[in-house]
T-cell receptor
Framework: AQKVTQAQTEISVVEKEDVTLDCVYETRDTTYYLFWYKQPPSGELVFLIRRNSFDEQNEISGRYSWNFQKSTSSFNFTITASQVVDSAVYFCALSEEAGYSTLTFGKGTMLLVSP | KAGVTQTPRYLIKTRGQQVTLSCSPISGHRSVSWYQQTPGQGLQFLFEYFSETQRNKGNFPGRFSGRQFSNSRSEMNVSTLELGDSALYLC????????????FGPGTRLTVT
Protein backbone atom coordinates (compact mmCIF):
# COMPACT_ATOMS: atom_id res chain seq x y z
CA ALA A 1 0.00 0.00 0.00
CA GLN A 2 1.14 3.52 -0.62
CA LYS A 3 2.05 5.86 2.18
CA VAL A 4 3.35 9.40 2.59
CA THR A 5 5.13 10.54 5.72
CA GLN A 6 5.73 14.13 6.70
CA ALA A 7 7.56 13.80 9.97
CA GLN A 8 7.61 17.53 10.74
CA THR A 9 4.29 18.52 12.25
CA GLU A 10 5.11 22.18 12.69
CA ILE A 11 8.06 24.41 11.78
CA SER A 12 8.58 27.97 12.95
CA VAL A 13 11.05 30.27 11.25
CA VAL A 14 11.78 33.95 11.10
CA GLU A 15 11.30 35.80 7.85
CA LYS A 16 14.17 35.43 5.35
CA GLU A 17 15.29 32.11 6.77
CA ASP A 18 15.46 29.12 4.45
CA VAL A 19 13.30 26.15 5.39
CA THR A 20 13.04 22.58 4.12
CA LEU A 21 9.93 20.46 4.43
CA ASP A 22 10.54 16.74 4.36
CA CYS A 23 8.48 14.12 2.57
CA VAL A 24 9.12 10.38 2.48
CA TYR A 25 6.92 8.05 0.46
CA GLU A 26 6.30 4.34 0.06
CA THR A 27 4.95 2.65 -3.02
CA ARG A 28 5.34 -0.65 -4.82
CA ASP A 29 4.73 0.90 -8.22
CA THR A 30 7.60 1.78 -10.50
CA THR A 31 5.57 4.59 -12.05
CA TYR A 32 4.09 7.11 -9.68
CA TYR A 33 3.55 10.83 -9.25
CA LEU A 34 4.45 13.12 -6.39
CA PHE A 35 2.82 16.42 -5.53
CA TRP A 36 3.09 19.31 -3.15
CA TYR A 37 0.06 21.36 -2.16
CA LYS A 38 -0.23 24.46 0.01
CA GLN A 39 -3.23 25.03 2.25
CA PRO A 40 -3.52 28.61 3.56
CA PRO A 41 -5.96 29.43 6.38
CA SER A 42 -8.73 29.89 3.82
CA GLY A 43 -8.73 26.10 3.38
CA GLU A 44 -8.30 25.75 -0.37
CA LEU A 45 -5.50 23.42 -1.45
CA VAL A 46 -3.21 25.15 -3.92
CA PHE A 47 -1.27 22.98 -6.35
CA LEU A 48 2.49 23.70 -6.31
CA ILE A 49 4.24 20.96 -8.26
CA ARG A 50 3.97 17.48 -9.78
CA ARG A 51 6.88 15.14 -10.32
CA ASN A 52 6.99 11.86 -12.27
CA SER A 53 8.90 8.93 -10.85
CA PHE A 54 11.02 8.67 -13.98
CA ASP A 55 12.21 12.27 -13.80
CA GLU A 56 14.60 12.89 -10.91
CA GLN A 57 15.68 16.30 -12.08
CA ASN A 58 15.35 18.87 -9.33
CA GLU A 59 13.15 21.85 -9.98
CA ILE A 60 13.30 25.49 -8.98
CA SER A 61 10.49 27.99 -9.23
CA GLY A 62 11.36 31.36 -7.79
CA ARG A 63 11.97 30.91 -4.07
CA TYR A 64 10.68 27.33 -4.18
CA SER A 65 12.79 24.30 -5.00
CA TRP A 66 12.18 20.58 -4.86
CA ASN A 67 14.65 17.75 -4.37
CA PHE A 68 13.47 14.34 -5.59
CA GLN A 69 15.64 11.33 -4.66
CA LYS A 70 14.35 7.88 -5.55
CA SER A 71 17.20 6.21 -3.67
CA THR A 72 15.83 7.52 -0.38
CA SER A 73 12.16 7.76 -1.48
CA SER A 74 12.13 11.42 -0.61
CA PHE A 75 10.65 14.50 -2.23
CA ASN A 76 11.70 17.48 -0.13
CA PHE A 77 10.56 21.06 -0.57
CA THR A 78 12.72 24.08 0.22
CA ILE A 79 11.57 27.67 0.55
CA THR A 80 14.41 30.15 0.25
CA ALA A 81 14.19 33.50 2.04
CA SER A 82 10.81 32.68 3.60
CA GLN A 83 8.11 35.32 3.84
CA VAL A 84 5.12 35.74 6.15
CA VAL A 85 2.81 34.89 3.23
CA ASP A 86 4.41 31.44 3.12
CA SER A 87 2.70 30.58 6.40
CA ALA A 88 0.39 27.67 5.63
CA VAL A 89 0.06 23.92 5.90
CA TYR A 90 1.99 22.09 3.21
CA PHE A 91 0.98 18.65 2.03
CA CYS A 92 2.99 16.10 0.11
CA ALA A 93 0.93 13.60 -1.89
CA LEU A 94 1.40 10.51 -4.03
CA SER A 95 -0.59 8.85 -6.77
CA GLU A 96 0.23 5.58 -8.43
CA GLU A 97 -0.07 4.75 -12.10
CA ALA A 98 -3.07 2.49 -11.68
CA GLY A 99 -4.96 4.91 -9.49
CA TYR A 100 -3.64 8.12 -10.88
CA SER A 101 -6.80 9.96 -10.00
CA THR A 102 -6.42 9.17 -6.30
CA LEU A 103 -4.10 11.17 -4.10
CA THR A 104 -2.65 9.78 -0.89
CA PHE A 105 -1.66 12.67 1.33
CA GLY A 106 0.80 13.03 4.15
CA LYS A 107 -0.41 14.55 7.42
CA GLY A 108 0.96 17.94 6.45
CA THR A 109 3.53 20.33 7.89
CA MET A 110 2.38 23.62 9.34
CA LEU A 111 4.87 26.37 8.52
CA LEU A 112 4.78 29.54 10.61
CA VAL A 113 6.87 32.42 9.35
CA SER A 114 7.12 35.31 11.76
CA PRO A 115 8.26 38.82 10.84
CA LYS B 1 -11.14 30.62 -15.90
CA ALA B 2 -13.21 30.35 -12.78
CA GLY B 3 -11.91 27.89 -10.22
CA VAL B 4 -13.68 25.01 -8.52
CA THR B 5 -16.69 26.20 -6.56
CA GLN B 6 -18.36 24.44 -3.67
CA THR B 7 -21.65 25.16 -1.99
CA PRO B 8 -22.49 25.71 0.72
CA ARG B 9 -19.28 26.83 2.38
CA TYR B 10 -20.53 26.13 5.89
CA LEU B 11 -23.17 23.76 7.16
CA ILE B 12 -24.43 22.71 10.57
CA LYS B 13 -26.49 19.54 10.82
CA THR B 14 -27.83 17.33 13.57
CA ARG B 15 -26.82 13.73 14.08
CA GLY B 16 -29.06 11.41 12.08
CA GLN B 17 -29.85 13.94 9.37
CA GLN B 18 -28.58 13.76 5.83
CA VAL B 19 -26.68 16.36 3.84
CA THR B 20 -25.91 17.12 0.19
CA LEU B 21 -22.83 19.06 -0.87
CA SER B 22 -22.31 20.49 -4.33
CA CYS B 23 -19.23 20.99 -6.47
CA SER B 24 -18.85 22.76 -9.80
CA PRO B 25 -15.56 21.91 -11.51
CA ILE B 26 -13.41 24.15 -13.64
CA SER B 27 -14.95 24.60 -17.07
CA GLY B 28 -13.85 21.77 -19.35
CA HIS B 29 -12.82 19.47 -16.52
CA ARG B 30 -14.56 16.12 -16.62
CA SER B 31 -13.21 14.48 -13.48
CA VAL B 32 -14.35 15.39 -9.99
CA SER B 33 -12.92 13.90 -6.81
CA TRP B 34 -14.01 14.33 -3.22
CA TYR B 35 -11.81 14.32 -0.13
CA GLN B 36 -12.56 14.49 3.57
CA GLN B 37 -10.21 16.42 5.85
CA THR B 38 -10.27 15.94 9.62
CA PRO B 39 -7.66 16.79 12.27
CA GLY B 40 -7.29 13.15 13.22
CA GLN B 41 -7.27 11.36 9.88
CA GLY B 42 -5.98 14.13 7.65
CA LEU B 43 -6.96 14.20 4.00
CA GLN B 44 -8.69 11.05 2.79
CA PHE B 45 -9.99 10.20 -0.66
CA LEU B 46 -13.74 9.57 -0.86
CA PHE B 47 -14.48 8.95 -4.53
CA GLU B 48 -13.94 10.12 -8.08
CA TYR B 49 -16.44 10.65 -10.86
CA PHE B 50 -15.65 10.88 -14.54
CA SER B 51 -18.27 11.31 -17.23
CA GLU B 52 -21.06 10.59 -14.76
CA THR B 53 -19.49 7.28 -13.64
CA GLN B 54 -17.82 6.53 -10.33
CA ARG B 55 -14.29 5.37 -11.15
CA ASN B 56 -12.69 5.01 -7.74
CA LYS B 57 -13.93 4.82 -4.20
CA GLY B 58 -12.07 5.24 -0.94
CA ASN B 59 -12.56 3.30 2.25
CA PHE B 60 -15.72 4.96 3.53
CA PRO B 61 -19.05 3.44 4.57
CA GLY B 62 -22.01 3.30 2.23
CA ARG B 63 -23.54 6.32 3.94
CA PHE B 64 -21.25 8.37 1.73
CA SER B 65 -22.39 8.53 -1.87
CA GLY B 66 -22.09 10.82 -4.81
CA ARG B 67 -23.09 11.46 -8.35
CA GLN B 68 -22.05 13.50 -11.32
CA PHE B 69 -24.27 15.24 -13.82
CA SER B 70 -23.85 15.61 -17.56
CA ASN B 71 -22.40 19.11 -17.09
CA SER B 72 -19.72 17.57 -14.80
CA ARG B 73 -21.14 19.15 -11.67
CA SER B 74 -21.04 16.74 -8.77
CA GLU B 75 -22.92 16.22 -5.56
CA MET B 76 -21.93 14.31 -2.49
CA ASN B 77 -24.47 12.94 -0.03
CA VAL B 78 -23.99 11.73 3.51
CA SER B 79 -26.93 9.99 5.14
CA THR B 80 -27.53 9.33 8.82
CA LEU B 81 -24.90 11.80 9.92
CA GLU B 82 -22.59 10.95 12.79
CA LEU B 83 -20.53 13.29 14.95
CA GLY B 84 -17.40 11.91 13.30
CA ASP B 85 -18.55 13.18 9.92
CA SER B 86 -17.70 16.71 10.99
CA ALA B 87 -14.98 17.70 8.57
CA LEU B 88 -13.90 19.90 5.71
CA TYR B 89 -15.07 18.31 2.48
CA LEU B 90 -12.92 19.24 -0.48
CA CYS B 91 -13.76 18.80 -4.11
CA UNK B 92 -11.10 18.66 -6.81
CA UNK B 93 -11.34 18.68 -10.56
CA UNK B 94 -9.03 17.80 -13.41
CA UNK B 95 -9.48 17.67 -17.17
CA UNK B 96 -9.51 13.86 -17.32
CA UNK B 97 -7.35 11.38 -19.18
CA UNK B 98 -3.69 11.41 -18.22
CA UNK B 99 -3.78 14.78 -16.53
CA UNK B 100 -2.60 14.34 -13.00
CA UNK B 101 -2.92 17.73 -11.36
CA UNK B 102 -6.07 18.14 -9.33
CA UNK B 103 -7.38 21.62 -8.61
CA PHE B 104 -9.22 22.03 -5.35
CA GLY B 105 -12.16 24.13 -4.30
CA PRO B 106 -12.41 26.05 -1.01
CA GLY B 107 -14.28 23.22 0.68
CA THR B 108 -17.49 22.84 2.65
CA ARG B 109 -17.10 22.90 6.43
CA LEU B 110 -19.67 20.46 7.87
CA THR B 111 -20.36 20.45 11.57
CA VAL B 112 -22.54 17.68 13.01
CA THR B 113 -24.01 18.34 16.46
Amino acid sequence: AQKVTQAQTEISVVEKEDVTLDCVYETRDTTYYLFWYKQPPSGELVFLIRRNSFDEQNEISGRYSWNFQKSTSSFNFTITASQVVDSAVYFCALSEEAGYSTLTFGKGTMLLVSP
Amino acid sequence: KAGVTQTPRYLIKTRGQQVTLSCSPISGHRSVSWYQQTPGQGLQFLFEYFSETQRNKGNFPGRFSGRQFSNSRSEMNVSTLELGDSALYLCASRPGGRSYEQYFGPGTRLTVT
